[in-house]
């Protein structure tokens, strides 16, 4: 990493981490925020993380999702953020699916992402934290020597559970869990 490059921040996987997870969300009413998202996220802010999401949205690929549609349910969460007070700072989506028109180096848990995030906000992605409901989220963590939480949420698999504690990587329930163990553990 260059000098430059020594901002953190936290980036934080969308559905199932921030709002609910409904499978392929296309209609902006379908919005709900987790509880303590908001909270969480404007904790973040305090200790000086901006929250960057980071998600793969599959949905676009797969024809199920339009653009439109995405843009709505994102200026949706970010109406909601804003009226508890949070904000997020950026946005990074993955609009691909290997399935359905091949594969891409943005999907995670490809980090090419978390690059673009690092080289747009002058990130140093070693001081970054991770958070997400799958491996996928958290692995980027390892790779470049952050620190992650593993969200257990409805659609965590078994799978994504065990890699995360094998990698010992904290599995916590909510965002909220997530930040306060990660802001409250030692660096």
């Not at 936290?10 to 998202?37: F, K, Q």
């Not at 599959?58 to 199920?64: F, K, L, P, Q, V």
Request: charged share 25%; glycine share 6%; hydrophobic share 40%.
């Amino acid at each position: 990493m260059t000098e430059w490059r020594s901002r953190k921040a936290a980036m934080l996987d969308r559905d199932g981490t921030i709002i609910h997870d409904r499978i392929y969300t296309r209609d902006p009413d379908d919005v709900e925020l987790l509880p303590g998202a908001a909270e969480a996220i404007r904790r973040l802010a305090t200790a000086g993380y901006p929250a960057i999401v980071v998600t793969n949205q599959s949905g676009i690929a797969r024809g199920i999702i339009s653009l439109e549609q995405y843009h709505a349910v994102r200026q949706r969460l970010d109406a909601l953020l804003a009226a508890e007070g949070a904000v997020l700072a950026d946005t990074f989506t993955c609009p691909h699916h290997p399935n359905f028109g091949g594969s891409c180096a943005c999907r995670k848990p490809s980090t090419e992402l978390y690059e673009r995030a690092a080289v747009i906000h002058e990130l140093d992605l070693s001081r970054c934290l991770y958070i997400g409901d799958r491996a996928r989220d958290v692995t980027p963590a390892l790779t470049f020597g952050g620190r992650g939480a593993l969200v257990h949420s409805r659609t965590t698999t078994d799978d994504d559970v065990a890699r995360a504690d094998a990698e010992q990587v904290p599995i916590v329930s909510t965002l909220l869990d997530a930040v306060t163990r990660l802001l409250d553990a030692p660096s």
